[in-house]
C-alpha cells in the first residue's frame, strides 16, 4: 500500500480489487453469512451500467490516484461469530486482536494475509457523526435489499450522515444522483427518497447535516463543471436530484423527537466527535 496525505491506497487494480471484494462477500453468502460492501465501492458497484459515472468517480481522489483505501462491510452482529471463523479459518486474515477484542460488538478489523489491504467489518448499524441503521436479524433487516453492496439509499444516507464532508464524498453522491432514479421504493438504479425522509423527521441533528451536504453537493456540482469534470447538463440533472430529495425531506412530517430537539438548535452540539468514534 502506499500513501498520501495519511491515505494508504490499495495498489491493486480497482476491477481486480472489487471483484475480490465482491468475491469475499459471495462466500460469505454461500455460508448464509449476511455481509454487504459499504462507501465508495458500493457507488463503484452501482455504477457498473453507467461508464460515463465510472470516469466521473474516478477522480474522487484526483486523477491519477487508486481508488479504494479498504474493504468496509456491514453485516449483522447476531453472525459475528461465524463471520470470525470465516475470516480467520476460511480466508486466512489476521485479526486486529486489540480492536476485535476492545470493539467486537461494533466492529471487527481484518488484514489481508499478503497485507495488500484491511478489512472493517461495522455490525447493525454505522455509528459515525450519525447512525445509519441497518436492523439486526438476518431476514428482517436491510442488508437482504441489495447484493453485494447495500442499497443504494443507504450508500446516500452514509453520506449525507458525514457532518465535515469532502470532496471524495461530494463526487460518491454526484454520481449517484446522475444514475438513480428517486422514487418511494427499494430497487436497482433507485433511490428511495420517502425510507431517507422518514429517517431525517426523527433525528434534527442528522437532517440537519444531511440538508446542509445535499445544498453542498449543488454547489461542487457547479465547481465540478468549471474544472471540467462535468458537462452542464450532467449538472443541472444533480441540481435537479438534489432540489426533489430536499422538497421530499421538507414535506415529511417530523416526529415529536424532531421538534424537541429543534428547538436547541445548533446552540447544542448535533453531530458525533471524531474523537468518540472507533478507528
Partial sequence: MSSGEGIHFVEMNPEEFV??????????QEKGLIMRILGAMAVYIHTKDC??????????????TPMFTDLDVMAYKKQSKDIKKFFE???????DRRVNAFFGGKRLIYYHPQGKYHVDVFFDKLEFSHDVPFGKKPGEGRLE?????ISPTDVVLEKLQI???????LVDLIVLFISHELTDEEGKGKINAK???KLLADDWGFWYDAVSNLNKVKSYADQMVKEGRLTEEERDKVHQQVDKLLKIIEEEPKTKNWQKRAKKGTKKQWWRGVEEVVR
Fill in 163 to 169: 457532518h465535515e464532508i469532502n470532496p471524495k464524498d
Fill in 19 to 28: 471483484e475480490e471484494c465482491i468475491d469475499i462477500v459471495r462466500k460469505a
Fill in 145 to 149: 435489499l441489495s447484493f453485494p453492496a
Fill in 51 to 64: 461508464e460515463r459515472c465510472r470516469e466521473i468517480h474516478k477522480t474522487r481522489f484526483g486523477e491519477g
Fill in 195 to 197: 425510507y431517507i425522509a
Fill in 89 to 95: 479459518n476460511d480466508l486466512k486474515f489476521i485479526a
